[in-house]
């Protein structure tokens, strides 16, 4: 059964810092991995996609990358704004391309 | 719509009623998908459509859960006999088919609360 770890649990920062989320998983046959930030009280909004076969994606200042030997993938956010703040969730995607969920990082940016 | 609507936004019900949760996928997404997300487990797969059919049913806690799709399109979520440990967030997502190069888009939610 594939279990998914993200670390840390909740992050603080200053406005401007660079930083990096992690996300674990155990098992490598994984078909694609998805990042989402989720804001207090919404539903999930997608920021990025990697499927098996890719390293990283990139879109504006966010740069996710995917290593599947390790079982690892990174969220690289660029110089953090305030309105990042919210909470990160990684999927990664198995049978029927179900999505297998960490328990996400808190994020805070603070002005 | 241009994304996935759920309704209702909120739900409260009293223990042992019985409830309905209603997914619209985005229009021409294949397939669709059910999650749960309650504050001790995380979000937690329930059930997975292809079309009408749903070959994966595995994420479903219980037999008081059942999924319907009709169309292709409209999805409903039908918990019976509800119990306080049904309290959660329930999620809604949709892709284009079931594939590793297409995300899952997600709803906002129907936050159930059983009291």
């Known amino acids: 059964k594939q279990e998914v770890t993200q670390i840390p649990a909740a992050l603080s920062v200053p406005e401007g810092e660079n930083l990096v989320l992690n996300c674990s998983f155990t098992?490598?046959?994984?078909?694609?991995l998805q990042w989402f930030r989720q804001d207090p009280g919404k539903g999930l909004t997608s920021l990025l996609l990697?499927?098996?076969?890719?390293r990283e994606q990139t879109s504006g200042r966010l740069n996710a990358s995917l290593d599947k030997s390790s079982g690892r993938s990174t969220l690289y956010i660029a110089a953090s704004q305030p309105g990042d703040s919210a909470t990160y969730l990684c999927?990664?995607?198995?049978?029927?391309?179900?999505?297998?969920f960490g328990k996400g990082t808190l994020l805070t940016v603070n002005p | 719509g241009a994304g996935v609507s759920q309704s209702p936004s909120n739900k409260v019900t009293e223990k042992g009623k019985d409830v309905e949760l209603r997914c619209d996928p985005i229009?021409?997404?294949?397939?669709l998908y059910w999650y749960r997300q309650s504050l001790g487990q995380g979000l937690e797969f329930l059930i997975y459509?292809?079309?009408?059919?749903?070959?994966?049913k595995s994420g479903l806690p219980s037999d008081r859960f059942s999924a319907e799709r009709t169309g292709g399109s409209v999805s409903t979520l039908t918990i019976q006999r509800t119990q306080q440990e049904d309290s959660a967030v329930y999620l809604c997502?949709?892709?284009?088919?079931?594939?590793?190069?297409?995300?899952?888009?997600f709803g906002p939610g129907t936050r159930l609360l059983v009291l």
């Open positions: 229009s021409g997404h294949t397939a």
């Open positions: 997502a949709s892709s284009l088919a079931g594939g590793a190069q297409v995300g899952q888009y």
């Open positions: 098992d490598s046959a994984i078909y694609n």
């Open positions: 459509f292809q079309g009408n059919s749903a070959p994966d």
């Open positions: 990697i499927q098996s076969s890719q």
């Open positions: 999927g990664s995607g198995g049978s029927n391309y179900k999505l297998t």
